[in-house]
């Protein structure tokens, strides 16, 4: 199975600070990654997927890049509503696989 | 609208199985694959598998080989996930989610609660 690696593992951010989660895999995977933002007792919701691609209805403050085994999520302004736990995907391989997740918390 | 229905929760022994539903409305069932995702408390996303609902073809993660079973029935637009020989650590949120083919997941269900407890 292809590994995914997130870092941070938690993040602590202001609103209104620019945050960039990266996330790895243990081999390429062209574009073929997403990303999600999950929120306590919720289920996953999609924000990004081909790497850069913003899911209809998320706001523009969020955006991804990268290719081959090295990725970013950022969001260039962070709001109160963005403090969650955000997850990355592959799906590059038959065997879809996630990343540990990073927390995102009030500093 | 796409929804995502799940089933509500159970409470198993070890040893026994579950099944969950996952019934879909809003779009043509068979043109989108169902996956099935489980979180067990604080830890990560783990993808189980996926069926496509058009042919019936399924595939596995190798972690739950023999011991997960992907179905449908495209009557009732609904897929189900049933899980054998279940223990402790597969008390989790099972999640259903839509996927175009082996892609990534627009829709979600809600989730449903497995407890596995003597």
């Known amino acids: 199975d292809i590994q995914m690696t997130q870092s941070p593992s938690t993040l602590s951010a202001s609103v209104g600070d620019r945050v960039t989660i990266t996330c790895r895999a243990s081999?390429?995977?062209?574009?073929?990654l997403a990303w999600y933002q999950q929120k306590p007792g919720k289920a996953p919701n999609l924000l990004i997927y081909?790497?850069?691609s913003l899911e209809g209805g998320v706001p523009s403050r969020f955006s991804g890049s990268g290719s081959g085994t090295e990725f970013t999520l950022t969001i260039s302004s962070l709001q109160p509503d963005d403090f969650a736990t955000y997850y990355c995907?592959?799906?590059?391989?038959?065997?879809?696989?996630f990343g540990q997740g990073t927390k995102v918390e009030i500093k | 609208q796409v929804q995502l229905v799940q089933s509500g929760a159970e409470v198993k022994k070890p040893g026994a199985s579950v099944k969950v539903s996952c019934k879909a409305s809003?779009?043509?069932?068979?043109?989108?694959?169902i996956h099935w995702v489980r979180q067990a408390p604080g830890q990560r996303l783990e993808w189980m598998g996926w069926?496509?609902?058009?042919?019936?073809?399924?595939n596995y993660a190798q972690k739950f080989q023999g011991r997960v079973t992907l179905t449908r029935d495209t009557s009732i637009s609904t897929a189900y996930m049933e899980l054998s020989r279940l223990i402790s650590d597969d008390t989790a949120m099972y999640y259903c989610?839509?996927?175009?083919?082996?892609?990534?997941?627009?829709?979600w269900g809600q989730g449903t609660l497995v407890t596995v407890s003597s």
């Open positions: 081999q390429t995977i062209m574009t073929w």
């Open positions: 081909k790497a850069s």
């Open positions: 995907q592959q799906y590059n391989s038959y065997s879809p696989t």
């Open positions: 989610a839509r996927g175009l083919g082996s892609s990534w997941n627009d829709y």
């Open positions: 809003g779009y043509t069932f068979s043109d989108y694959f």
């Open positions: 069926i496509n609902p058009n042919s019936g073809g399924t």
